[in-house]
């Protein structure tokens, strides 16, 4: 899913942001989401805060844009 928004050929939906939500918690996990394009990344079990900030911080660096 990743790589299907961010190849879009749509800017707009090439720059959605994308939180990674997973229960990888090997080493290098974040990095490698992070490198591969996801805009944050979130672990399970997610912390409700955690997503919301992430959600808003996202929705105001639209809005600036």
């Known amino acids: 899913i990743l790589a299907a928004v961010r ?3 749509d ?8 939180i990674m939500v997973t229960a990888d918690l090997t ?3 974040e990095r490698r989401l992070l490198a591969a394009g996801a ?3 979130l672990p399970k079990p ?9 959600v808003d911080a996202h929705a105001l660096r639209a ?3």
């Open 27 to 29: 080493p290098g996990t």
């Open 46 to 54: 997610v912390d409700i805060a955690s997503l919301l900030a992430q």
């Open 63 to 65: 809005v600036r844009a």
């Open 39 to 41: 805009s944050a990344f």
């Open 11 to 18: 800017p707009a939906v090439a720059a959605t942001p994308v």
């Open 7 to 9: 190849g879009h050929t």
